[in-house]
């Protein structure tokens, strides 16, 4: 059934790309991450109260910066959604796991200190590979003839990976500190809803859209449907195996993605587009693989 639960969230969050690609032509990604924010808060106080589960916190300042990564994550991830095919916008945010083993890297490099003893920092060639795979993929996926604003849309959608990667850092910190997930994801919800706000309030408020306004109904629903369906898979999962399974079957969502795009969208993507695709997953895949194999009981990432 965790195998089931992490497909179904795959589903939701594809889902919730194809509501902010139709909502994107008449509101801004900050209105979208607005709202989503107000709907994801009101959700998790709903779900909390079920629990009997207090929304407050010993860990404000932990949240905090969970919350601003997390919300530069989705700005950057809404944009990309927006001007590039749904599939290359959920790809490059599944880097995630890729920029994670780049972190390994680079934390193994500056700790490093020259002695007899240890000749040269402990990396494993495994690990980097991975990583010069996923970024070959990167560059596959970004060629050279997309135009201006697809190309910045791009670096968004890596960026948003990479900002993802932190969150998930954080997600650990916060679980290792007894964090419950339902409180870690109001605070999220809120900083969303906070940091929507205050960027609306530069870009301005985009006039009634008449039925195309409820598209930001469901992109507030299906983020936290598919959250607490993550959950589900992360929490019935009993063994390293099975977390594994579970880690590795969110890569599922890309091929959601792909679908919708090319039949809502009509989104068209070329040969070498979907090899880069396969190499990302690929190399995703691989890094899930060997940092399970350090930390196996490492907790979900969120979106």
Partial sequence: MHALWMVLAAFFFASMGVCIKAASPYFSPAEMVFYRGVIGMMMMVWLARHQRLSLKTRYPGMHAWRSLIGVASLGAWFYAIAHLPLATAMTLNYMSSVWVAV?????ALWTWRPSPANPKPPLQGSLVATIIVGFVGVILMLRPNLNHEQAFA?????MSGMAAAFAYMQVVALSRVGEPETRTVFYFAAGSALAGGAAMLITGISPWADWNTL???PIGVLASIAQLCLTKAYAQARTSRETLVVANLQYSGIIFGAISGMVFFGDKIPLIGWFGMFLIITSG???TVLRSRSAPDAPSEER
């Fill in 215 to 217: 598209w930001l109904i």
């Fill in 154 to 158: 791009g670096m968004l959608g890596l």
């Fill in 285 to 287: 895949i691989a890094a």
């Fill in 103 to 107: 972190f390994l890297v680079g934390a």
